[in-house]
């Protein structure tokens, strides 16, 4: 995607072949900042600290730490250290385990002098093959759109709903939830975003109507607990979000408040679609409420918010009294039953075991290799 006209992707190998570059996050939308990652610990930092998130970029930074920490100290113990300190970041993602394992299974068998080039190019080959998914993701989620569009009258728009970030900075490029719209944008066809602010880290707001600003896609604003009102109103004709975790049975975890979205969805039978890759599928796991572990952060994300004051000074706010508890619940998990189909890179699929068999019946016997589209 672009930036002023600039191509970036969200995260890139430096041409010393040692750092690697970042946009850091928690900067936008009122400040354009990048950091240069040149170590195992900036590498966790940025994933712990969320200068990188969104369940592929988290796995794209993770392979490109393995390979830096390789090109310090390409021991096995440097390399089960560095798996044990990125796993460690983040619990919920999937694909951060998933792109340490690819790592770790190619390195292994291979002398220690040849570890650090290998893992700096799966690491490419990793955010390549994210950047082709998400494309593809977008191509299937796009007949979607259409489909409902020609239903509409001339110079209607259609009308979705997101929640939290699934564009191009949640991703290498493209983004997931955001891929269709964006396709279908640059077809001149007619789409309006509604945006979930979506609390505490206002990922909505700070990030997806950022891109899409700069993309210039329609889109409005909106408060978490608006998204019901609108779908009782005929103003939602479908609803996109990402996944950070999938089950081989179809439930689906996301960032906190999706479940409540995915309520309202169906009983104003508005389709509620989920985009994802494929590494994004635990085929481990088959009941998320009970077996997806939900990471609860630091409660000052929920008691401070960031912002830029009246004088377009950035600064941060408290919003409840100092003494107030905080707890802090980063994801939920939406049943299948509640979601209409999954937008994988190789098509949609009904949100059950059967439906992604059918798509991935090699990572359904438990070969979960890198993806191909």
Known sequence: MKIDGKPYRSI?????????????????????????????????????????????????TAAYGMAIAMRQDASDESLMKAYA?????????INLKWALDETVRLLQPLPSEQRADAAWALAATLCDADVAVNHAIGSHGLELIKAIAARKEPGEAVNILTHCNAGWLATVDWGTAT????????????????????????????????????????????VDNAGGHLMQHGKVDMCIVGTDRTTASGDVC?????????????????????????????????????????EERDGREVSWMAGKD???????VLICPETTPVANFAFDVTPSRLVTGLITER??????????????????KGQNKVRAV
């Open 12 to 60: 890139w190998a430096e041409a010393d072949g040692r750092t690697v570059g970042i946009i850091d996050q928690t900067r936008l939308p009122h400040s354009f900042v990048t950091r240069q990652l040149k170590s195992l610990d900036d590498a966790a930092t940025a994933i712990a600290d969320m200068w990188v998130r969104g369940a592929p970029l988290i796995g794209a």
């Open 254 to 294: 996301n960032k906190i408040g999706t479940y409540l979205k995915a309520l309202a969805a169906r009983d104003n039978g508005v389709p509620f679609y989920v985009a994802l890759p494929s590494s994004t599928v635990d085929w481990t796991i088959n009941d998320g409420v009970r077996e997806i572990p939900i």
């Open 179 to 222: 891929s269709p719209i964006y396709q279908a944008h640059d077809l001149g066809i007619e789409v309006h975003v509604w945006v979930d602010e979506t609390r505490p880290r206002n990922q909505g707001a700070s990030l997806t109507s950022w891109e899409l600003g700069r993309h210039g896609v329609d889109h409005t604003l909106i």
């Open 85 to 93: 300190v990125l796993h460690a970041t983040r619990p919920t993602a």
């Open 347 to 364: 098509g949609v699929c009904s949100a059950s075991q059967a439906g992604l068999a059918k798509l991935f019946p090699e990572m359904a």
């Open 310 to 316: 009246a004088n377009g000074v950035e600064t941060k």
